[in-house]
Structures are given as structure tokens and as C-alpha cells.
């Protein structure tokens, strides 16, 4: 068992110990190593200001992802590169990605460029070659600027993308991947004592068996979620398990007949998994947070937290997934759906905790769809999540449907009466149509909070219902979407 974490800091090993389980990699930097630089903006991992870059080894190449320093405790950072915007420049040379932003008056005040900066560093390590408008956008999503306006730090992003990659990360990367897998352990990880402790264990026996010691302790994945916790709601964490290093438990396998996803896979691992089932669910997880959120953020923790406006259960649910949850060296497989039992109660034991999902891939005869609805298109959590698999016949007529929403109740949950009117039916069949939407209104009694009113969230669940029955009718996507596109996605994939 190891009592210190290890990372890499500008070429060599840094090694901490004796930190409070609820540090945060902003503070360890700005208060402890006095790189104040990263910013403190929001606390929590919207405006990206704080954001840094995080490099990992994959497949014996170092990749460097933006992640938010705000809300990442300091201790998931072992066994990586940190990277922030103090470390760019090559002595007295601007990095490339700098340097267009001087060229490109990209700053005004400041306080947020270190995180814009930051971003487009992981964009210019991620991409070969000149990006795209629409790719740069995507990046920055997650980084908030109120006094320079976009245009000139896209036009900066633009103009970095055409300069070579062979900055100094990218002439040190192979000394960089050796140093990883130095640091790449099988120890156990324990910070602290019985009664406040930071532990990443390196196995799922391990993880089982602190687990059932410490049932009260809080499980962390990638902190998007458990972050605010500490940053906003002040909540005292004495005993948290960071599962990151849990060997396997970040797997992605695709058995040609369904994707299992391990616990600790992140949103970005999974969304080109996600993209092969269909192109709604690659849409879906493209605006899941932000490029710093869907690094870090997982599918397991968005299910395992049990939110009823998580935007991954839905679409889920609609397709049958299933879940595997183990205690101790018992382990058992239930429909997700089963999993969330009220607002805030899942069907989880003491000491019992998630080790994956198993999500069916589509079959030639089903249709599936799916829709995010919120207050502002990028960076927000869901008002109303709507997600749609109908099993068609030759004949057109609906042999099942599953329907599912989040927003709609205290858990994420499946519109049964909806689904009845329709089986059976044509799927062109008005009358079956006006049967689903009048049943739909006796599935839900809608949530009624600051995101959107139950009215509200009744007749967007309406439309919703609407337009999946549009599109699995035949009707172009062109003629009911403004965005996402299905022929557009399927045409600039292939």
C-alpha cells in the first residue's frame, strides 16, 4: 500500500502526502506550489477558467486532456501529467497556442485566456493537422468569456492548428510515457486514517473489500458530480474511494451485440461506442457537459448517482441496458431501470457499488431516438430527456416500444401507459398516436423546479413523443430538427 500520490510536474516526479481527502488540484496548485495562473471563477466546472491538462498514457502514447481544476480532487491526479498554463511556454518562446492569442488580440481582462489557453492545448495535441471552425467551438464550449467575444479566440485556435506539433510535450513525449508507466502501480492508494481518508484502491477486490469496511464513505469516478459537493455545498467528505484506479474497471468492449461499459469509463471514452449504436446517442453525449466534463465525468457515476435529470439513463433505459453492481464477492445483474426506486433511493445495497453496464446494440428491425432539452443549448444539465426504441415489423407496425424520460419524476422512468397505447399499432396510426400522448399525461406528474415548470416539462415531453414518432414514421430529420441532423451526421461519417 502506497501513502503519497505521484505525478509529473514540468519533467519530474512530485510526490504529496498527509492532504486532506477533499483538496482540489486548484487550491494544491495556486495555494501550495503558487502556480496562480489557473484561475478561480465559477467552482464549479462551467466557466473553465480553472482548466488545466491532464496527460495519461494510452496504448503507449501520452494524451492530453482539459479537465477543471476546481472540482478535480488532488488525489485522482496520481499516476498522470499535469500540465498548466505556466508550463507552456519553451523558455522565452511562446507556445504556439499563446502566441496566436497575442496575434489574434484574444484577451481582454485575462481571467479567463489560462483556461481557453489550456483547451486549445489539448485541441492542438488531439488533431494532426488544421481544425475546423465548428471542432474549435466544440472545445471551448466549456470555457466562458465576457469581455473579448469568441471570434478572435477562434480565429487564434484557427491559426495555431496550422502550426506544427513538435512543441517541447511533443518532443519529451516518449521520456513522458516512460515516467507513466513508472508511476502506473498495482499498489493500493490510502491517504489519511480509519476515520478521514483519501483511498484509490488497484483492484475490485480491493475496492469490495474497503468498500464493506467503509460503507458510509463517499464513491468518486470522475468528481463532476461529487465536486460541488464540496465547492458549493460545503459538505464535509471525511472518507472518500476514488475508483479511477481500479484495474479493468475502465474497459469499453463492444461484443457486436452490445457495448459493456466499465464503471470508471469516462463520457469521452464511451461516445464513440455510443455513435455506433446510433447517431442521436453520439449527438447526446457530445453535449454532455464540456470537453472538461466528459473527460473527467463517467457513465457509471451519472447513473450511479441516481439524478433524475442525468442525461444518460433515459436513453438507456429505452434500450434495455442492464447493470452489474457487486458487495463484497457477491455480484448480481439487474435492469437499470430497476435501479431507481424514488428521488434519492437506489436499489443498492450497503457497501454494494457499480462495476459496469451492458447496453444492447440496435437490431435491423428497431428505431431508436433521442432528445436533450434544456435552458441553454451547451453546457447544461436536462429539463426533459426523451428517448424513443420502437420494434418494427415488416409491416410497419409497432411490435414494442420503449419510452423513457428523466425530468419527468423523481427518477429517471419509462412511460408505460405510452408505450401500451402504441404496441401493436401502426406506426402511422394517428389514432394510436393521440391514445400515446393522452396516456403520456397519466405517466408523469412533472417535476416543478428552477430548470422548468411540470406544465412545462408535460408539453415539451408531448412534442417530444411527437417528433420520435415523426422520424420513425419516415419523415427527414431535416424538416424536425435544427441541430443533430441525423442524415447530416450519417453523411459526414461516412
Known amino acids: 500500500m502506497r501513502d503519497t500520490i505521484r505525478f509529473i510536474r514540468r519533467g519530474g516526479i512530485v510526490e504529496v502526502g498527509d492532504f486532506d481527502p477533499m483538496t482540489m488540484l486548484l487550491d494544491h496548485l495556486r495555494l501550495d506550489e503558487g502556480a496562480k495562473g489557473t484561475k478561480e471563477g465559477c467552482g464549479e466546472g462551467d466557466c473553465g477558467a480553472c482548466t488545466v491538462a491532464i496527460g495519461r498514457c494510452r496504448n503507449g502514447e501520452v494524451v492530453y486532456e482539459p479537465v477543471n481544476a476546481c472540482i478535480q480532487l488532488l488525489g485522482m491526479v496520481d499516476g498522470t501529467e499535469v500540465v498548466a498554463i505556466e508550463d507552456l511556454a519553451d523558455g522565452d518562446t511562446l507556445h504556439p497556442i499563446q502566441q496566436a492569442m497575442v496575434d489574434r488580440h484574444g484577451s481582454q481582462c485575462g481571467f479567463c485566456t489560462p483556461g481557453f489557453v489550456m483547451s486549445l492545448f489539448a485541441l492542438f495535441h488531439a488533431s494532426e493537422g488544421p481544425v475546423t471552425r465548428g471542432e474549435i467551438n466544440d472545445w471551448i464550449a466549456g470555457n ?38 513508472f508511476l502506473a502501480d498495482d499498489r493500493d492508494l490510502f491517504i489519511g486514517d480509519e476515520e478521514r481518508f483519501f483511498a484509490a484502491p488497484a483492484s475490485v477486490d480491493a475496492l469490495a473489500a474497503l ?47 452490445e457495448i459493456l461499459i466499465g464503471a470508471t469509463a469516462t463520457y469521452a471514452t464511451a461516445e464513440p461506442y455510443m455513435r455506433a449504436i446510433d447517431p442521436d446517442l453520439g449527438e447526446l453525449f457530445r453535449r454532455i457537459g464540456s470537453k472538461q466534463v466528459r473527460a473527467s465525468g463517467t457513465v457509471g457515476g451519472n447513473v450511479a448517482n441516481g439524478s433524475p435529470i442525468g442525461d444518460t439513463p433515459p436513453a438507456l433505459i429505452a434500450l434495455g441496458a442492464t447493470m452489474e453492481l457487486r458487495r463484497g464477492d457477491r455480484a448480481r445483474v439487474i435492469p437499470l431501470e430497476d435501479f431507481f426506486i424514488d428521488y434519492g433511493k437506489q436499489n443498492r445495497a450497503s457497501g454494494e457499488f457499480v462495476t459496469g453496464l451492458l447496453v444492447p446494440r440496435l ?53 408505460k401507459g405510452a408505450e401500451a397505447a402504441l404496441n401493436g399499432s401502426a406506426i402511422r396510426d394517428s389514432a394510436a398516436w393521440s391514445n400515446a400522448f393522452a396516456a403520456l399525461r397519466e405517466d408523469y406528474a412533472p417535476l416543478d423546479d428552477h430548470r422548468a415548470s411540470a406544465a412545462y416539462r408535460a408539453e415539451i415531453a408531448h412534442a417530444l413523443l411527437g417528433k420520435a414518432l415523426l422520424e420513425a414514421a419516415g419523415t427527414s430529420t431535416a424538416r424536425t430538427r435544427l441541430v443533430g441532423r441525423r442524415e447530416e451526421i450519417v453523411h459526414a461519417a461516412e
Open 144 to 181: 466562458l468569456c465576457r469581455c473579448t467575444g469568441y471570434r478572435p479566440i477562434v480565429d487564434a485556435g484557427l491559426e495555431a492548428s496550422t502550426a506544427p506539433r513538435a512543441d517541447k510535450f511533443h518532443r519529451a513525449s516518449a521520456d513522458t510515457a516512460g515516467i507513466l508507466q
Open 211 to 257: 468498500y464493506q469496511r467503509h460503507p458510509t464513505a463517499v464513491i468518486v469516478a470522475g468528481a463532476t458530480d461529487v465536486g460541488l459537493w464540496i465547492t458549493k455545498q460545503l459538505r464535509d467528505i471525511p472518507k472518500i474511494i476514488h475508483i479511477g484506479r481500479v484495474a479493468g474497471m475502465n474497459r469499453i468492449e463492444d461484443t457486436g451485440r
Open 363 to 415: 437490431r435491423e428491425d428497431q428505431v431508436f431516438r433521442c432528445y436533450k432539452v434544456t435552458k441553454r443549448f451547451d453546457q447544461d444539465i436536462s429539463a426533459v430527456m426523451g428517448a424513443f426504441r420502437f420494434t418494427l415489423d415488416a409491416d410497419g407496425l409497432v411490435r414494442e416500444a420503449r419510452i423513457a424520460y428523466g425530468g419527468m419524476a423523481g427518477t429517471p422512468k419509462r412511460a
